[in-house]
């Protein structure tokens, strides 16, 4: 199998010292699809000396290479940054060099080069000081790959996954803006996502509904009403198996979850306050809709315990690992 493509993320933050914990735990592990960084390869030479990491570190000249460096060094795709870096505080002074390792990574599995992209965790902040135009990650790799359709992020661990309708906006603004179509649409691409990327012949969809107790009938809110129920009805006429709307309080519980094999969820908080908290540390951003797979750590940069070597690499080896199934899959 080809090698997964990482991205640099914010080198302020702890992009650099999780991959090199990510490498060593896996590097001795011949059943792992390997991987390569694009970025910085002295910022990462840096990272390893102040986290106190100890690993191997190589310059590659293609993809190719990764696969005989990944058992004794971590393959790194040399992309210099673009001025210094004081760990914990970003600098739009370094935001193009973020932003060329992620068009990399799509060029790279785009030519057939790489299996799959995994991003490390940017700073929107910095990168809209330096004139970065997109809502986030999700955005700009839908632009670089040339789609309309908006793509959607699911958060993924084994217990649980979770898909919001709408994403980054106010929960006011969310409310204001939901919409039957865009139920169905996002409700389709999961589904299509979750038989060819995830193995599920039939995917079972629960739909949340928005208001408590799921608007108990009108009164306590409308939209199950107006706009959520609609959207199901004609997912079940299109042969989706979708159920609801579901109250939003009652359909995380362990016994709720086995019923269903993704929740599409009305806001942003909605889906990931309850993922966050059945596994903070092993879930993982998946972005569908994209003609390549991109996977990513769910959580930002840190910049807090950035340099420390406190971070934990869990959700970024969950984010390798279920990249290189998704691959798999859909090679396959």
Not at 101 to 113: C, H, L, P, T, Y
Request: proline share 8%; charged share 15%; net charge negative.
């Amino acid at each position: 199998m080809l090698p997964l493509a990482l991205t640099m993320g914010d080198p302020a933050g702890v992009g650099g010292e999780i991959t090199l914990k990510a490498w060593k735990a896996l590097h001795n592990a011949p059943t792992e699809t390997p991987f390569f960084l694009i970025g910085d390869a002295n910022h990462l030479k840096s990272c390893s000396k102040s986290s106190g990491i100890s690993a191997s570190i190589e310059l590659i000249e293609t993809p190719a290479d990764a696969k005989s460096v990944f058992a004794t060094a971590l393959p790194v795709l040399h992309r210099p940054l673009d001025g210094p870096v004081d760990i914990g505080t970003p600098d739009p002074k370094n935001a193009p060099s973020v932003m060329a390792s992620i068009e990399m990574a799509v060029r790279f599995v785009e030519a057939g080069d790489a299996a799959a992209i995994v991003t490390n965790p940017i700073h929107k902040q910095s990168l809209y000081q330096a004139g970065f135009k997109f809502p986030g990650h999700t955005e700009y790799l839908a632009f670089l790959a040339g789609i309309t359709t908006p793509p959607v992020m699911m958060l993924a661990c084994p217990s649980l996954r979770v898909i919001p309708v709408t994403v980054h906006v106010s929960l006011r603004e969310a409310i204001d803006s939901l919409t039957t179509d865009d139920i169905i649409t996002i409700s389709l691409i999961t589904a299509e996502a979750l038989a060819n990327d995830f193995g599920i012949i039939r995917p079972r969809l629960a739909i949340a509904g928005i208001n408590p107790h799921a608007g108990e009938g009108g009164a306590m809110g409308h939209e199950e009403d107006s706009v959520i129920s609609p959207a199901i009805a004609e997912l079940a006429k299109r042969g989706i198996d979708a159920t609801g709307p579901w109250p939003p309080d009652t359909m995380f519980h362990g016994q709720a979850r086995e019923s269903y094999d993704a929740a599409i969820c009305m806001y942003h908080d909605q889906a990931l306050i309850p993922i966050k908290t059945v596994d903070f540390d092993g879930a993982v951003n998946v972005t569908l809709g994209l003609p390549f797979v991109r996977t990513s750590p769910d959580h930002g940069t840190a910049f807090d315990i950035a340099g420390s070597g406190k971070a934990s690499e869990t959700s970024l080896l969950a984010a390798i690992a279920l990249a290189s199934q998704m691959a798999y899959r859909r090679n396959s």
